[in-house]
């Protein structure tokens, strides 16, 4: 049942560059994941320095983004500077939106022989053809017409493109995003209009490249000023207070209330069925999210419940049944039920009241193993507190400081890096999900599937978009300040992270593992940096 309003605390965690961002909808859609809710706290592996206190640092270190984007220098399967030419390929570049560049590329016949003849080559240590013993050489006539002229041509143009292409790409060396470069004429175009061997082969690819920060108003992220707000919730001495009462309400007995109705304190099993009210007496719509059967209430916790609930169930007796109209606060996190009045039919199936011991001394061992008294019970707890409090507040100042800078650029973000990153916390989600719940072959198949992916990426496009841009943008700050980090920070950092992925038995790769604790630790210095030369204002709500 969701009748709880989870927007609440102001100082989710995001994931250094890496943060993982969710927006709460009411839309069915079939894949689970996107249902899915952001859960900060996942073992994911975590680095140990103090600075790292808001970064987390994701599993999937095979393979992922950079905040910093990879840049390829040899995108093809031959490196232009080992495989030479007997001419150069002529390219024009035209610039696309989306950090694309569009190359034509026309390939001069002299490089074209030069192919056709590696594949004749290729063909005939391969071929046997009758009449010609096995390595005698065969005439390029009979050779032809043994595999086919149309084979052969397309062969060509397999090589040709094979070995063209990084030459194609030294005009965006430095700039293409890795693994971005793809042909976009189609091989039946090329293949219909190439006059082999004798002619000129043209082709076009799109390569998507580094793409350009700029900030508005330039600098500005030099002189940020930022309002933080953080909730009363997390106010220590508040935190501290909670802590006990619950501790020790755990201590007391729930007995049957028999003689009276339901009042602040009790504790209540209900049934809640219900439905948008309609201005005529037809039965309205259900609302699934809000309905629940066995739903144990606690009266002194039902802060976080549709406001007037707890109001019009007080003195509801075991065994009666109510029923009143709310409406859905506009704060309400699911956006489509925001405004609408809703009819709550609930049966009070059983009623408690706590029985609580006395909250003295006698009890300190039992609400805090190790003390004698409830003075140091309560200043156990209390130092506990602060120090979530601290790290909420720096967390909630983070997360100001990077909303503030996504404002603050614009960036044409390339699709390569809008997938990269969305798959990197689609695969995140995925390993969540499989150690919340064991996944069978089948549902694991749907769940990895391209479709699935596909529609992640649709679906979470705003928050993966943000995301992008705040990895770039803090990026672009650590190069433009010239911020460093030292090598025996990440030495040992790339030590404890490679550490805990033995621990876990989990594959890892050492190069991607150190590029991400990179970022991490840029992030780091960058975040540290901004909160220095900010105004930072901390409201409390």
Known sequence: MELMNSTTLNCKPYLSHNFLISKTSNIHISNPLLLLQSNYTTNFPKLSTSFSRQLVFQQSATRGFSSQPVVSTAPASVNSEDDKLPADVEVTEVEEPGSKVRLSVSVPPVVCEDCYNRVLSEISKKATVPGFRPGKKVPENILVSHVGKSFVRKATIEAILKR????????????????????????????????????YLRYDCVVDVAPAVKWIPEDGYKNLKITVEIDNEIDAQTACEAEIKRRHKALGILRIVTDRGLQVGDVAVLNISTVKATEDDSEGEKIPSAESKGFQLDTEEADNLPPGFLDSIIGIQGGETKTFSLAFPDSWKQENLRGVVAEYTVECKELFYRELPALDDSLAEKLLSG??????????????????????????????????????????????????????????????????????????????????????????????????????AVSDIFKRENLQFSTEDLVKEVENSIDEFKRNNQEYDEERVKDQVQEILEGSKVLEWLRDHATIEYVTR
Not at 177 to 187: E, N, P
Not at 410 to 430: M, S
């Open 164 to 199: 063209t292409l990084s030459h194609a790409m030294d005009s965006v060396k430095g700039r293409a995003l890795q693994d971005s470069v793809r042909i976009i004429t189609k091989f039946s175009e090329m293949d219909e209009s190439f006059n082999f061997p004798h002619d």
């Open 371 to 472: 003390c004698t008294t409830l003075i140091e019970v309560r200043e156990s707890i209390l130092e506990r507190c602060k120090e979530i409090e601290q790290i909420a507040k720096e967390q909630a100042t983070d997360n100001a400081i990077l909303d503030q800078l996504c404002k603050m650029i614009q960036i044409d973000i390339p699709q390569t890096l809008f997938e990269e990153q969305g798959r990197q916390l689609y695969g995140a989600k995925l390993l969540q999900i499989q150690a919340n719940m064991k996944l069978d072959e089948q549902q694991l198949a749907n769940l990895s599937s391209a479709q699935a992916v596909k529609e992640y990426l649709e679906y979470e496009r705003d928050n993966i978009t943000s995301l992008v841009k705040q990895n770039l």
